[in-house]
């Protein structure tokens, strides 16, 4: 081999090295396949699109950034058009857009073909970096590896460094008095183009050096493979051959002209001579130069894209292509599951291997009479096969070996042999148009369903009629080992050489079973959800989605370990991980990846009429039956998008107002309900990202929102708030951080802290002010009852005094008459003697009530004495069982109370002493509150029914004399025996006159 080659080839290698590395793991355009079977999306008018699409450039929070020729700046999410305005309200130059590049940290430099100018949108507003005057109408905009900004513009070639421009001239290289474009490549080269000549700066240089001549409207683009490429019109030169990148790419920061190369090689060029056309890399990868209306697969129907008139064109970091049209916007994407189009819609569709390698496939029409078609798949394409059966139907065995069914008999195919089985001998009726309905085999077994005849079953060389099944439509399944698994109805049974065994479905609760998978684990699907077969009892197997799963028909292996499940509403994979779990553990929920009519898989699974719907051919791609036909996938060729844009807060609206995010939020007094808008930019498949936020101060939890956009919330209350929302694209990954909103809603003045401080202050003072009138209104009372039983009191005296008291003390002189009567020593003498006393005391007494000194005592000492001598006169002994305590607080109390509380607490020690043999104890507090006076004793307690008793005038006095004071008298039993009587006299009216503790 020669050095060059060997070089040429090292080179080769390097290249695809680094195109390797720099390849996001996303689906991208795979050249292998058609351009018909891309996911084309389209939008319009009706769609909400804006039109004359001159610009697109995406930023690297994953917007599509629509520069427009009339309309100004638009942003697109996948999802909803926006007329972008900044927070701040800068406005761009001029509505009219030539070019958009993205740049570093979200950067987007705009700039104005028709009137000229250059600005840059950062930070969600607008800076005006050079003015229509200066540059005049601008081509192109380049972002160089040292950071700067690259113009081409009318007025001659700038660069932008640290927002200062610099006019590039003769002195470094450049000669020209305009530019008509300049370009960065991923070597750190930038070309420039002005003059009829091409210009580049070497990485490290001072100066450019003229390369060569060219002609009028130049672009140069570079390529993934890292040549660059000289294009005018639609003629391309190779400038540099392929070389290893510098600097890693960065998908959407390109130009968007009319002529992009993808990250596979594909060459999209537009207006070729009309609407798009795509070269594929083998077709340009090893010329010189080539012209791009070489492309053979385009889109130059009006029916196929928004408009043939193509402005402008641009692949994303997510490997979607992008083509701005004067009519919309539209998307070229690859999707995983392919059908093979000339099998598309023909009716029912079958496919299976081959022991020989190759793929057959059947296809059932009987839309006009019945029509069987027998083929083969060669190089992707269906090509009738040889058919002397007039097969009808056909099953694979657990060991490879097919089975063909037809009006001709039956063969078992195996790898490089036929084996011959003649059909059942079927009743007359039945063989004069045979129509076989089903085929189920084993190794060894074969079921056949016929129409008009039943169910027949082939083993040891003959056939018998299966009569012992109830349905018309049974799932039979044989696996490696000869074991049957006949789903008859909702009952599973396993028919081997030992017998027949029912197998217990009540805890899986299938329903009616019309699926059997029977491989290293037995599967079952059935009318109401899925089952796995764990020794002689079918478990419930909880597959989520299930509801959007559907009936399952076919569950096959791929290479890499992963399960796939051919289900009516998609495709199901689960890792090879995962469904081992679930297989030891069926209970837990056994998630997966669904693919639906969005990864091209249209109608689903057939499950009506087949089963086995899926197998891994020898290449490791897997077919699928379809309910619209054959389809095909390669699960080495698939990787899940690992790209999630974070979520993006769009505005607030409340009571018809939008408030727009980045600025301190403060809505009005009032303003209840409010609404939140929200997205996430993530452009490959928009519409499986599932959103989840909360509000900080509101809620409690994540709201799982689904694909909806926008939050609602009603009658929030006054108060600071933080919104937060997160996204997971649509194979679970997240996004990186929260989308956050923070904002005010403030209080009406009733709602203010200070005012409800306010009104609590004021609810407090009134508070105040009436216990105050209250008491003033209580003593008040209390004076004028004092004064009214003073002048009783005095009336009284003087009328006891006259008579009670004078008659009493003439009785006293009476029998002290008699005292010299009766002998000195005599019993009699000392009686009389003591009954004198009494009543010498007792006329003491009296005269001290009517004077009404029997209050009069003036501390708490005098209290105790006065009290303990009365009770020795009522009840002669009963000093030594009373316990006083606090007798103190007395000294506090108001002198004009002394008589009704020393009357409470007379009454109250009489009763206590009288019903109790044991000790009775009195306390007295001064607190704070209340002045407090208790008596308790330890008897049996006061019956409930005496409280009230007629002819008990004690208990009612005691009650008199603390309604009469404004106190309260509680009379209760105790739990551990005995009765508590408790005096609680407010402290405004028991300290009026003393200093409170």
């Known amino acids: 081999m020669h050095i060059p080659s060997i070089v040429s080839f090292v080179n080769r290698v390097l290249v695809c090295l680094a195109c390797l590395a720099v390849l996001p793991p996303a689906q991208a355009l795979d050249p292998r396949i058609g351009l018909d079977a891309y996911r084309h999306d389209r939008w319009g008018d009706a769609e909400g699109a804006p039109s004359l699409i001159d610009a697109m450039a995406q930023t690297d929070d994953g917007w599509l950034w629509l520069g427009t020729r009339r309309t100004g700046l638009y942003r697109f999410d996948g999802v909803r058009f926006t007329a972008y305005t900044t927070r701040d309200g800068s406005t761009l130059q001029d509505p009219s857009i030539s070019v958009l590049r993205a740049g570093a940290n979200n950067e987007l430099w705009i700039a104005h073909g028709a009137t000229g100018g250059v600005s840059v949108l950062r930070d969600h507003r607008i800076r005006h970096i050079l003015g229509p005057a200066t540059t005049g109408s601008v081509f192109a905009i380049a972002q160089g590896a040292d ?122 060029s537009g207006n070729c001579p009309v609407g798009l056309c795509v070269l594929r890399p083998g077709a340009w990868q090893d010329r010189a130069g080539f012209d791009a209306l070489l492309g053979s697969e385009r889109f130059d129907q009006g029916w196929q894209m928004t408009s043939l008139e193509v402005l402008s064109v641009l692949a994303d970091r ?49 839309m006009n009479g019945l029509r069987d078609h027998f083929l083969g798949m060669v190089d992707g394409e269906p090509v009738p096969r040889p058919n002397p059966l007039n097969v009808q139907l056909m099953a694979r065995a657990p060991d490879g070996s097919l089975v063909l069914a037809g009006s001709e008999g039956i063969e078992r195919h195996h790898a490089g042999r036929i084996e011959r089985i003649p059909l059942p001998a079927l009743p007359p009726s039945a063989s004069k148009a045979l129509a076989l309905r089903a085929l189920m085999v084993g190794n060894d077994a074969i079921w056949l369903r016929v129409s008009g005849s039943g169910i027949w079953h082939f083993e ?97 292996r791929a290479p890499d370990g992963a399960y796939w499940l051919n289900a009516s509403h998609g495709l199901f994979r689960v890792d090879g991980e995962d469904w081992a779990r679930a ?137 600071d708030y933080t919104f937060e929302a997160s996204a997971v694209n649509e194979h679970g990954v997240a996004s990186s951080r929260p989308g956050v909103l923070h904002f005010r809603i403030a209080p009406h003045l009733t709602q203010t802290a200070w005012f409800r401080t306010l009104c609590i202050a004021a609810g407090i003072a009134i508070l105040l002010l009436a216990y105050r009138l209250r ?6 009372r209390m004076e004028e009852r004092f004064s009214i039983r003073t002048a009783e009191r005095e009336s009284l ?13 003439g009785l006293l002189l009476s029998m002290q008459a008699l005292t010299p009567k009766l002998p000195p ?62 007798a103190e607080a007395i000294d506090r109390l108001d002198p004009r109370l002394h008589h009704d509380v020393y009357a409470i607490a007379r009454e109250a ?75 609680s006299i407010p402290a405004g009216l028991a300290y009026r006159h003393k200093g409170r503790r």
Request: proline letters at 5%; charged letters at 25%.
């Open 147 to 268: 950071g700067s900004t690259w113009i081409a513009s009318r007025a001659g070639l700038f660069r932008i460094r640290g927002d200062v421009a610099e006019h590039i001239g003769a002195e470094r290289g450049y000669d020209g008095p305009g530019a008509e474009y300049v370009m960065a490549d991923r070597q750190g080269r930038v070309w420039a183009a002005g003059s009829l000549q091409l210009f580049v700066l070497e990485p490290g240089a001072a100066t450019f050096r003229l390369v060569r001549a060219v002609n009028r409207d130049p672009t140069v683009i570079e390529a993934h493979d890292g040549s660059t490429w000289l294009v005018t019109g639609k003629r391309f030169e190779r400038l540099t051959p392929p070389s290893p990148p510098r600097i890693p790419a960065r998908p959407g920061r390109g130009n968007s002209y009319q002529s992009a190369f993808d990250a596979d090689g594909n060459l999209w």
């Open 318 to 366: 997510e490997e979607n292509l992008w083509v701005g049209t004067t009519g919309g916007l539209e998307r070229l994407r690859n999707q995983p599951v392919h059908f093979v189009a000339k099998l598309f819609d023909r009716g029912r569709t079958q496919a299976l291997p081959h022991p020989d390698g190759s793929i057959v496939v059947l296809t059932n029409q009987r």
């Open 460 to 556: 040891a060389g003959k056939w018998q009629k299966a009569s012992f099944l109830r349905s018309q439509h049974p799932a039979i399944t044989v696996d490696a080992a000869g074991h049957t698994y006949i789903g008859d109805e909702d009952r599973l049974t396993v028919r081997d050489g030992t017998g027949v065994r029912q197998i217990d479905t009540a805890a899986a609760d299938v329903g009616d079973i019309d699926f059997i998978h029977a491989g290293d684990e037995v599967i079952v699907s059935g009318t109401r959800g899925y089952g796995v077969l764990r020794g002689a009892r079918l478990e419930a197997l909880r597959i989520a989605p299930q509801k959007a799963l559907g009936p399952v028909s076919g569950i096959a």
């Open 583 to 719: 297989m030891r553990n069926p209970a837990p929920v056994l998630h997966g990846t669904l693919f639906d009519a969005l990864d091209g898989y249209l109608g689903g699974a057939e499950t009506m009429w087949l089963h086995d719907t899926v197998f891994v051919a020898r290449d490791g791609k897997m077919w699928f039956a379809g309910e619209r036909g054959l389809a095909w996938l390669d699960p080495r060729a698939w990787k899940p998008n690992r790209i999630t844009a974070d979520v993006d807060i769009l505005g607030l609206v409340s009571d018809g107002k939008r408030y727009r995010p980045g600025s301190p939020i403060e809505l009005g007094p009032g303003a209840r309900d409010v609404v939140i808008d929200y997205s996430s930019p993530s452009l490959h498949m928009p519409q499986r990202i599932k959103f989840r936020y909360r509000l900080l101060g509101a809620d409690t939890q994540w709201e799982d929102a689904g694909v909806r956009r926008t939050a609602f919330y009603k009658h929030l209350p006054p108060g």
């Open 775 to 780: 008491v003033r209104h209580l003593a008040a």
């Open 797 to 809: 005296a003087r009328s006891l005094h006259d008579t009670f008291l004078q008659s009493l003390q």
């Open 825 to 886: 020593e005599g019993t009699a003498r000392r009686e009389l003697d003591t009954l004198i006393e009494r009543a010498r005391r007792l006329l003491v007494e009296g005269r001290d009530e009517v004077k009404g000194l029997r209050s009069e005592f003036d501390s708490g000492a005098q209290f105790r004495d006065v009290l303990l001598r009365d009770m020795e006169t009522i009840l002669p002994g009963s000093g030594a069982r009373i316990a006083l305590a606090g």
């Open 909 to 983: 020690l009489v009763n206590a002493l009288c019903h109790t043999a044991g000790p009775v104890e009195i306390q007295a507090r001064d607190e704070e509150q209340h002045f407090l006076l208790t008596v308790r004793d330890h008897g049996r307690g006061l019956a409930p029914s005496r409280k009230n008793t007629p002819g008990h005038y004690g208990l009612r006095g005691m009650l008199e004399h603390a309604a009469q004071i404004g106190a309260r008298l509680d009379i209760e039993n105790t739990e551990e025996g005995g009765t508590r009587i408790v005096l």
